[in-house]
């Protein structure tokens, strides 16, 4: 067996439970790579027999989050066709929560990549208008200033 090769241990599930109530499980490979859940199985001493390992997350992540961000971390990726603004940014902000790889400056290849990419994409073709409706953004300029500018 390869050094890098999952165990059984590794591949069993972890439960991570938000704001639905409903339970997302993460394979302990993955879930490793969040900062918060690698400390929360350290700190519980999630042993090898530990099957019914079950994390409630202390925000309003939702399950579709979750799952997302889950299988950003996994080997097959997310697929992220169809998001919103809104909702990319919001991935953002869970990523945060969970101290995915990539999000507190560290080494790691980021997972957010993806996201970033989309976001790119989708913002790349606006205008300073489009923009800020998108995000919610108010100008900073009075109406006199906004015509001054553009004179």
Excluded at 13 to 25: D, I, K, M, N, T
């Amino acid at each position: 067996m390869l050094d890098f090769a999952p165990t059984f241990r590794d591949m069993a599930g972890v439960r991570v439970r938000g704001r639905e109530g409903e339970a997302v499980v993460w394979s302990r490979n993955v879930a490793r790579k969040s900062g918060v859940l690698r400390n929360w199985m350290e700190d519980m001493e999630i042993g090898e027999d530990d099957n019914d390992a079950d994390f409630p997350l202390k925000n309003d992540m939702t399950e579709e989050e979750q799952r997302i961000l889950r299988d950003l971390c996994g080997p097959d990726g997310a697929s992220l066709a169809e998001k919103s603004v809104p909702e990319l940014l919001r991935l953002v902000l869970c990523a945060n929560i969970l101290e995915l790889p990539g999000t507190n400056g560290d080494d790691q290849e980021s997972v957010l990549e993806p996201v970033q990419r989309a976001l790119a994409s989708f913002l790349a073709s606006k205008n300073a208008e489009e923009l800020r409706g998108l995000l919610g953004a108010d100008s900073d300029l009075t109406a006199d200033e906004q015509a001054a500018a553009r004179a």
